[in-house]
């Protein structure tokens, strides 16, 4: 196959829902080490990431710490993205971003110093510095390429690919490539006081501990392995539909965040204006005619979109909130690491 730039390639329906089988894996959290490659906990590493080994077992802490996390686009979102992974001692992080340090940056992302000598830095090598002091068994690598120049084969150095605030169209071709290469993949954005995180782990299994019943007055705990098959952000960010039981209830489909119809709006028009945000009369007057079409779409009440939130959502774009940043960047960190370690059950596959 020739690895041309992505962007240089044609994407299509069938190479988005092509099937990649991923490799199935059981653990046993009682295990000093896990299967396969991956390497002992020291006793050095037990006492570092002691409360955490509590939490998921030294099995999970393993593969966490012989894990491969690329982040792109470093922003306020990846900057605790970043910052979680790192304390929770992923093995290696890239970070790949070919954008330089603004001023605008200063002000949400606290990876990045107050000092004006960073503004016109590489965004990607200006955070590495803090974050390499967060904790320096992991290993923190800078690329300072477009991802747009990158092929393929470049995400199969990767266990996990983690794209944030990029073009749906971005999303739409790194989510091919990572399937192409059997590779987890995030895609995540704030807007102001507005978020979301989509996954799609092609397949996967994690193992829970349950009740298993009582025996002799006494429970019992079992490990059950279960699996989870996602479809891809072409499909989820526009096409798919709600699960049954929502449709069905309409006390559930007033529960949805309207959100989610302002968000697959803002994809779409985003594609049509060439990346721009609304910004005059007939771009509100465009974007408020596609989020209705969205909310119809998916079947929810038309009460829930009330001219109160598209204006709040409205003004929130373009803007970026450290709280937000915090919230929705420890939530995606957590599922990663989740994932990587195989005991809770991860997202599926948009909030």
């Known amino acids: 196959m020739n690895d041309r730039p992505m962007m240089q390639m044609p994407v299509g329906v069938a190479d988005l829902l092509m099937p990649v089988a991923a490799a199935a894996a059981t653990t046993n959290g009682s295990q000093m080490q896990a299967t396969g490659d991956e390497s002992i906990v020291s ?3 037990v006492a570092l990431y002691d409360r955490q080994i509590r939490l998921w077992g030294m099995a999970a ?18 900057n605790e993205v970043a910052k979680n992974l790192v304390l929770a ?3 290696s992080l890239t970070l790949l971003d070919g954008n330089t340090v603004t001023e605008s940056d200063l002000g ?3 990876l990045l110093s107050d000092e004006g000598d960073v503004i016109g830095q590489n965004r990607a090598q200006a955070a590495s510095v803090a974050l390499g002091k967060l904790n320096r068994r992991v290993q923190i690598h800078v690329d300072t390429d477009n991802v747009v120049a990158k092929g393929p084969s470049y995400f199969a150095g990767f266990d996990v690919v983690i794209a944030t605030d990029l073009s ?12 192409l290469n059997g590779k987890a993949f995030y895609a995540a954005g704030t807007h102001g006081m507005y978020g979301f995180i989509f996954s799609d782990l092609i397949e996967h299994d994690y193992v829970i501990e349950r009740e298993a019943g009582n025996t002799d007055g006494a429970k019992t705990m079992e490990s059950v392995t279960k699996r989870e098959l996602y479809s891809t952000w072409f499909l989820a960010s526009d096409l798919a539909t709600l699960p049954d039981d929502y449709v069905k209830s309409r006390r559930r489909l007033k529960s949805v965040t309207p959100a989610l119809s302002c968000l697959r709006a803002l994809w779409e028009f985003t594609e049509v204006k060439g990346g721009a945000l609304p910004g005059n009369r007939d771009d509100l007057r465009l974007f408020t005619q596609m989020a209705t079409q969205k909310h119809k779409a998916l079947s929810l009440p038309s009460e829930t979109l009330r001219p109160d939130f598209l204006r709040s959502f409205l003004q929130n774009l373009g803007s970026e909130m450290a709280p937000v940043a915090a ?9 990663v690491i989740n994932v990587l370690g195989q005991t809770q059950q991860p997202i599926q596959n948009l909030v």
Request: proline content about 2%.
């Open 327 to 335: 919230i929705v960047g420890g939530q995606l960190a957590q599922d």
């Open 43 to 45: 006793a050095d590493e």
């Open 108 to 110: 949400a992302q606290f």
């Open 89 to 91: 001692g992923v093995g």
């Open 168 to 179: 749906p169209d971005s999303f739409n071709i790194i989510n091919t490539a990572t399937r």
């Open 61 to 78: 802490q393993a593969k966490i710490q012989n894990a491969s996390v690329l982040l792109i686009t470093i922003r306020a979102l990846a």
